[in-house]
């Protein structure tokens, strides 16, 4: 009887396990692809989308500097100064990302003095590094006596040619002389508050005149406004239209309260007006300076880059795009501040982080100028240990994203008040910890192949769409029905709406991410640049409302051969706030060959895919020539698919994206993996990973790979290949190390909770 029962456990535990490995498989893709074409991933068109004489400079000269906050300690002198310096230098850092001259005695033209001595010691006393330099040109080189052909092959010589070096100092020197010269900069109507879209009475006049200038008319306003449909409107003026967006009671961060309407749209409007605001005295800052000294780069940013960023009044891109004319656009990526949306989870969203700033500012000097050099304990969210092999893993998914740049926030740390022994690169005792050393010998990596790396591209599977129109739509969902105006997240119907269309970014991205599938971040902006057909598939997560005219650039995209891949919900309203009745001879219809008939949630209906329940929002859908190529347990179509034109669109009615927002669904991140690729391949795939993720750019002679081991124990022996990329040698840039390789790729063992950088040859 025993016997029988424990044969009878094993063969149901064989069986349980065959199962399991069946239903892993059933979502398993492999093989690689080509895309054809003599430029498939529309790369010229990507370099013009930002390619003022500022970012052309850069282009030229290909700056990749890493610098450290300098923070004077008690007692620092300039010799104490210039000692902190030499060390820096010497560990590989090249800039001064600031210079914080914090002591109450120091004498008259210490800073002109401290700045001065970086510079003869080698470094820049400012973020930039190389990018301020003059450009190189050939009558530059005339000039300077320099008998070298100006090409790309003769630029990295140029520029440690004694006599370029010396005269690029004198241009650092020259500005130093006039650093007391600078003009402010221009006050604007100041940063509105975040958070909500109520304004002070300050910006209210303003406003009416953006009114007036977007809809020209009163009964323009008053139809776009919904007026009558969702209450009534008694303003008869522009001004008075405008005082339906009043605040009162605002604290310091611009938390207000205002009167609530049912209409949505007026919401977006204040966002839209207050985030133009914000963009426009950018605009002035940066073209001040540009006049001012157009080889100075001047850099514009932002932070909390997961938050819903209309619902903040920002407009992320649009601040980065007006860095163009004048240099660079980054944010701060800081482990404890900018993390607590995704419960503290650092290694894939630091990588998310970085991709968006590239992504964001497409063709532009993209770097994150302040990133976390040591330890917290006391400020921010979350304590973190940031040793050796943190940054590593920092570092390389910099790198991976295209950054170009790196400023680390501190090299030693405050000595009192608040952050006080936090973030330093080096030990309490001021000494470089091994964090220092590893990034300063990847930034001694980073100016051997600075070149190369400026001309790698991604070469991404799938764009994933970011929404501004969207943002808005979701913000003004989760102020619910009543007057209640709070920060994000301190009420239940704040933690509902604002917030889903970055959980369903962030959830697709893990999902790529863990499956190594190369993505990148497209915008409005980009279809209307006519970028859409860079991605082989465009996928809109959570993406409730859209232009029309983005709706019918997105049918163009798939009817020239783009696949389109949503999750429900989707296009469910206009950027009016009114509902998307998907009439047959709609562009939604017409695109997805289906209609949504009802829109449901499956929390007291329980609904089940593959075996598991969904807590998911769903469709019942009527079908006008879409195929239902997968059904939930009771016979509803889960995924369907439409062929348009010479393309496809896909549908997967469940919230796909959000459900792998969090760690731990990994059948969820295979199954949408599976959806969204359809017959579709990346030009590389990895085996053997099961803790690591590879990232990859592509330069004319080699590709650079980056791996991101996140096991804390256990390193593993992985194999990057690809069956439509000949190669030749790797090497492991940061050890030198010779990999195996062949013309298929290469093998590596990655050292547990570590970042890999791989060169490998395009013979």
């Known amino acids: 009887m025993i016997k029988d029962w424990k044969q009878l456990l094993v063969m149901g535990s064989i069986l349980l396990f ?6 892993q498989a059933k979502w398993d893709i492999s093989g690689t692809q080509a895309r054809e074409g003599e430029d498939p991933y529309l790369q010229e068109k990507y370099w013009a989308l930002n390619n003022s004489p500022m970012q052309q400079k850069l282009r030229n000269l290909k700056p990749f500097p890493v610098g ?50 970086a510079i003869d010691i080698g470094i820049s006393p400012w973020y930039y590094g190389k990018g301020g330099w003059a450009n190189i040109t ?4 005339k000039e300077l006596g320099i008998d070298m052909k100006l090409t790309e092959a003769n630029m990295p010589a140029i520029q440690v040619h004694p006599k370029m070096i010396a005269h690029q100092k004198q241009v650092w020197h020259d500005r130093v002389d006039r650093m007391d010269q600078k003009p402010p900069k221009p006050e604007g109507m100041g940063e509105p508050g975040r958070n909500n879209p109520w304004m002070p009475e300050r910006l209210l006049p303003p406003f009416a005149e953006w009114l007036e200038d977007t809809y020209g008319s009163m009964d323009a306003l008053k139809e776009a406004w919904n007026c009558g449909y969702t209450g009534s409107c008694a303003f008869q003026t522009f001004e008075e ?43 002035k800052t940066m ?10 780069p001047e850099r514009t ?21 007006t860095a163009d004319i004048g240099g660079s656009f980054y944010s701060s990526i800081h482990l404890t501040h900018h993390f607590f949306l995704t419960d503290h989870e650092i290694l894939r969203p630091v990588y998310w982080q970085a991709r968006i700033v590239a992504d964001m500012f497409k063709g532009g000097w993209a770097a994150t100028w302040e990133s976390t050099g040591g330890p917290t304990q006391w400020s921010g969210h979350q304590g973190y240990t940031v040793d050796g092999q943190t940054m590593s893993q920092l570092i390389v998914s910099y790198l991976a994203a295209g950054l170009k740049g790196i400023g680390f926030w501190m090299w030693n740390s405050r000595g009192e008040g608040w952050e006080v022994g936090e973030y330093a690169l080096t030990d309490i005792q001021g000494e470089p910890a091994d964090r220092a050393i590893v990034a300063g010998n990847f930034s001694k990596k980073l100016q051997e192949h600075r070149f190369e790396l400026w001309d790698s591209v991604d070469e991404p599977t799938v764009g994933i769409l970011y929404s501004w129109e969207n943002e808005a739509m979701l913000g003004r969902l989760s102020l619910g029905a009543y007057d209640m105006n709070t920060p994000v997240y301190k009420t239940d119907r704040d933690k509902q709406f604002r917030q889903f269309h970055s959980e369903a970014r962030l959830g697709l991205s893990r999902a790529l991410m863990n499956n190594n599938i190369p993505f990148e971040y497209l915008t409005e902006r980009d279809l209307d640049a006519g970028l859409a057909a860079r991605y082989p598939i465009i996928y809109l997560p959570y993406v409730i409302t859209l232009k029309d005219e983005h709706i019918k650039a997105l049918k163009s995209y798939v009817q ?30 017409e695109l997805f060959g289906l209609q949504t008939a009802d829109f449901h949630h499956s929390f007291n209906r329980p609904i089940h895919f593959d075996g598991d329940a969904l807590d998911t929002q769903y469709g019942a859908l009527k079908a006008n020539g879409a195929a239902v190529i997968s059904t939930f347990e009771n016979g509803l179509p889960a995924v369907t698919r439409h062929s348009y034109g010479q393309g496809e669109a896909v549908l997967i009615n469940f919230e796909g994206s959000r459900m792998t ?103």
């Open 68 to 117: 450290v906050v300098y923070y004077q300690q008690r007692g620092d002198d300039l010799e104490a100064a210039k000692h902190e310096f030499e060390t820096i230098r010497d560990l590989g850092f090249t800039a001064l990302k600031q210079v914080q001259l914090v002591a109450p005695d120091n004498p008259e033209g210490f800073r002109e003095e401290v700045f001065d001595a």
């Open 301 to 321: 940013g932002g932070h909390q880059i997961f938050e819903n960023q209309a619902m903040n009044t920002w407009d992320l891109e649009a601040q980065a795009k």
């Open 138 to 141: 050939p009558e530059l080189l």
């Open 18 to 23: 065959a199962s399991a490995m069946s239903a």
């Open 661 to 763: 927002y969090r760690k731990g669904n990994e059948k969820m991140e295979d199954i949408l993996t599976y959806f969204t690729l359809g017959d579709i391949r990346p030009p590389y795939e990895v085996k053997g990973a099961q803790h690591s993720m590879v990232m990859r750019r592509s330069a004319p002679e080699a590709d650079h790979y980056f791996i991101l081991n996140e096991n804390d124990g256990q390193s593993e022996t992985i194999r990057v290949q690809s069956d439509v990329i000949k190669y030749g040698k790797a090497v492991n840039i940061y050890t030198d190390e010779a990999l195996k390789s062949n013309e298929q790729g290469f093998e590596i063992t990655v050292p547990a909770r570590s970042g890999i950088w791989v060169r490998i040859e395009k013979p």
């Open 241 to 283: 239209a405008a005082a339906q967006l009043k605040g009162t009671g605002f604290d310091e961060y611009g938390n207000g309260t205002g009167k609530l309407s049912k209409d949505f749209r007026r919401y977006r409007d204040a966002m839209k007006f207050q985030s133009e605001l914000i963009v426009e005295n950018y605009q």
């Open 287 to 296: 073209d001040l300076y540009y006049d001012w000294d157009p080889d100075e």
């Open 560 to 589: 020239q051969g783009g696949r389109l891949v949503a999750d429900f919900p989707v296009l469910m309203l206009d950027t009016y706030g009114r509902l998307n009745k998907q009439h047959k001879d709609s562009d939604f219809a």
